[in-house]
């Protein structure tokens, strides 16, 4: 009781407060209680104001655009079938060829002796063909006489049959030095262009050695790399749109064409091939490109940045704001795919409600907010 005294003694009656009429003590007392309850009512709580913005709608009608590059349809090196010293080049990178030009020579010394080698077998060969048939006509007209014994006759007609045999033989190495010979001289077999060098004059080449790399002209490929998880939505026939960025404002129609069996080992990504309907001359080899694959079953989604996206555990959620209270709620979501700067998510979240778009770790659940907008225009969602 004393210490309640010594407390409170700055709110007790001055000396001779007794003598006051009741009604007036009554009044005063009820003002101290009244003053000493407004001290201790704690304030309500101010609401806090949080970067939202409604989430807009996006479509998804098309996937992410991937990365690619053209192709020609058909790519291979050109390489000699013969071996030997490279003495011309007449082709450079980047040169447009036609078919039955001549692209690299080797030298063709050792071939022209092998050539000339077969020529004079086969000549020789073609001399006992003859004699070998002369002499099986005149002892097949002396057996007809018994001149002759019947083995002597068929020693003739084997050594016909063995010079006849020669002869043909000798024909088919004099086709094959021929081919040797031609085969010292590249010729491109088709329209293309050079994509690579790949051997200098002078050099040493074996048997099919690369010494080019030729694209065929023609039909044009897209290349794309995917990732494992995006695989699934991905099938042969698949229709994409390409965009070249040397060519803005231009889009040409493609389709999945090939999709690779296995996995890259380094990347762990999968080669998408996209042929171009109508790639046209202005579509050339190297050009970078975007592609947008299209979606079998458009699903509505929003487009949310990244910094909207928040972590419940393992499951990825956003911020809500209540249109009710005005109060934050934890909303788990679905991503469908994620981009460098945004995010696309699917279920769990409708266009139009307002969403944090940053500051996501900073609030928590049931707090009062108050929704502004971002400050600068860049930082409005994507």
């Known amino acids: 009781m004393q210490e309640w005294f010594v407390t409170h003694r700055d709110v007790l009656p001055p000396p001779g407060f007794a003598a006051q009429p009741v009604w007036l003590v009554g009044a005063l007392a009820a003002l101290l209680l009244l003053s000493a309850c407004g001290r ?15 989430a807009p709608l996006a479509d998804g009608a098309a996937q992410e655009p991937y990365p690619g590059e053209v192709h020609a349809r058909y790519e291979m090196p050109l390489s000699f079938r013969v071996g030997g010293q490279l003495v011309a080049r007449q082709a450079r990178l980047g040169d447009v060829v036609k078919q039955g030009q001549v692209l690299a020579q080797l030298d063709d010394a050792d071939a022209s002796r092998s050539l000339a080698a077969a020529q004079a077998a086969l000549e020789a060969a073609e001399h006992r063909l003859v004699f070998a048939i002369q002499q099986r006509d005149r002892d ?5 006489q018994n001149l002759i014994s019947q083995l002597q006759l068929e020693q003739t007609r084997d050594a016909y049959a063995s010079a006849l045999a020669s002869r043909d033989q000798a024909r088919q190495q004099l086709a094959l030095a021929r ?3 031609r085969y010292t001289t590249l010729v491109a077999d088709r329209d293309g262009s050079i994509t690579s060098e790949q051997a200098e004059v002078g050099q040493v ?13 023609g039909e044009r490929d ?10 699934a939505g991905i099938a042969v026939g698949q229709a994409a749109t390409v965009n070249l960025l040397a060519l803005p404002g231009h889009s040409f ?18 080669r998408i091939k996209l042929g171009l309907d109508a790639p046209g001359p202005q579509v050339r080899l190297g050009m970078t490109a975007r ?15 990244a910094t909207a996206l928040f972590h419940h555990g393992e499951q990825p959620a956003v911020w809500v704001v209540r249109p009710n209270d005005a109060t934050l709620e934890l909303r788990p979501v679905t991503v469908l795919r994620f981009g460098e700067r945004d995010v696309l998510v699917g279920e769990g979240l409708h266009a139009g409600e ?12 049931g707090e009062k907010v108050v929704p502004v907008a971002p400050p600068h225009a860049e930082d409005a969602p994507l």
Do not use: C
Request: no cysteine; hydrophobic share 50%.
């Open 222 to 231: 897209v290349f794309i790399d995917v990732p494992e998880d995006r695989l």
């Open 179 to 181: 081919n040797q010979r």
């Open 140 to 144: 097949e007209a002396q057996a007809k």
């Open 205 to 217: 080449l074996a048997a099919g050695q690369a010494v080019f790399g030729f694209a065929w002209s």
């Open 40 to 54: 201790q009512a704690p304030a309500d709580e101010a609401a806090r104001p949080v970067i939202a913005m409604p």
């Open 253 to 270: 129609a493609a389709r999945v064409r090939e999709i690779a069996p296995a996995a890259d080992p380094q990347s762990r990504t999968y």
């Open 291 to 305: 592609v947008s694959l299209a979606v079998d079953h458009p699903r509505q989604a929003v487009r949310l940045p």
């Open 354 to 365: 307002r969403v944090v778009m940053q500051g996501v770790h900073t609030v928590s659940a």
